[in-house]
C-alpha cells in the first residue's frame, strides 16, 4: 500500500470515528433530555390524582409549581423520541386545569383544559382519555353548546368499558341524562351496565344517582343488575 492510500484510509477512519462519537453524543443528549422530562412530570402526576381522588385538598399554589414543572418538561420533550411525554404533559395539563376549576375560575380553568384535551385528542386520536377529558371540560362549562355531543360520543364508542373512563364519565352521564343526544344514550347504557355490574362502579353510580336525585332512568339497568340489592340500598339511605 503505498503512503497516499495510507494517509486516505486513516483520514476516513478518523472521519468515521468522529462521525460516530457525534452521533453517539446526539443520541445521549437526547436520552438525557428524555429522562429528565419523564422525572419531571412523575410528582405532578402523583399530587394531581390526589386532588382528584379528593385524597387532599387542592392547593392553588402548589398547582402553581405543578404548571412550572410541566413547563419545563414541555421545553425538553420533543418528536419523535418523546412522544409519550409529550401526550402525558397534555393529559396533566387537562387534568389539572379540570381540577382547578372546582377551585376558582371555572371558566378560564375549563377553557384551559378544554384546550390541552384537544391537543390529546390530535396527538392520539385513538385514545379514550383525551377524549374523555375533551367532553368533561365542554360539559362542565356553563356556556356548553348541548348540540354537539361529539367528544362525548367519540370516548363513550372508543372506551365504554375502561375503568377509568367510567370513574370520570358515570357521574357526568347521570347529572346530564336528560342532555344526552339519542345515540350517547344508547352508548351510555352499554358504561353503565358494565358499571353497575362491577362492585366499585355500581357503589359510584348509586351514590351519583342519589346525588344528582335521577333514578328514574336507570330502573331496568338496576334490576338487571348483580348488586341489585346493594345498589337499592344505597339509594334508600
Not at 385524597?55 to 419523535?80: C, G, M, N, W, Y
Not at 343526544?181 to 359510584?204: F, Y
Request: aromatic letters at 8%; one cysteine or more.
Amino acid at each position: 500500500m503505498t503512503s497516499s492510500s495510507k494517509h486516505s484510509t486513516n483520514k476516513l477512519a478518523k472521519i468515521s470515528k468522529l462521525a460516530c462519537i457525534v452521533f453517539l453524543s446526539f443520541v445521549l443528549i437526547l436520552a438525557c433530555q428524555f429522562f429528565i422530562s419523564s422525572i419531571l412530570i412523575v410528582k405532578p402526576e402523583q399530587t394531581i390524582s390526589q386532588w382528584e381522588n379528593k385524597k387532599q385538598p387542592v392547593d392553588a399554589a402548589q398547582a402553581l409549581t405543578i404548571i412550572s414543572r410541566l413547563e419545563r418538561a414541555e421545553k425538553l420533550a420533543f418528536l419523535p423520541i418523546s412522544l409519550r411525554d409529550t401526550t402525558k404533559i397534555n393529559e396533566l395539563y387537562s387534568r389539572l386545569y379540570l381540577t382547578l376549576a372546582l377551585l376558582e375560575h371555572p371558566e378560564s380553568n375549563l377553557i384551559s383544559a378544554e384546550h390541552y384535551a384537544l391537543r390529546l385528542t390530535q396527538e392520539a386520536p385513538s385514545d379514550y382519555l383525551g377524549w374523555t377529558l375533551l367532553a368533561q371540560s365542554k360539559v362542565n362549562n356553563e356556556n356548553y353548546n348541548w348540540e354537539d355531543q361529539s367528544a362525548l360520543t367519540k370516548t363513550l364508542t372508543l372506551g365504554p368499558f375502561e375503568r377509568t373512563n367510567q370513574i370520570r364519565l358515570v357521574p357526568l352521564l347521570i347529572e346530564h341524562w336528560a342532555t344526552l343526544s339519542l345515540k350517547n344514550k344508547a352508548l351510555a347504557n352499554n358504561m353503565l351496565h358494565a358499571a353497575l355490574n362491577e362492585l366499585h362502579m355500581s357503589r359510584l353510580a348509586a351514590m351519583n344517582m342519589r346525588k344528582f336525585d335521577n333514578i328514574e332512568p336507570f330502573h331496568g339497568l338496576i334490576a338487571k343488575s348483580r348488586y341489585n340489592d346493594r345498589i337499592q340500598r344505597i339509594l334508600q339511605q
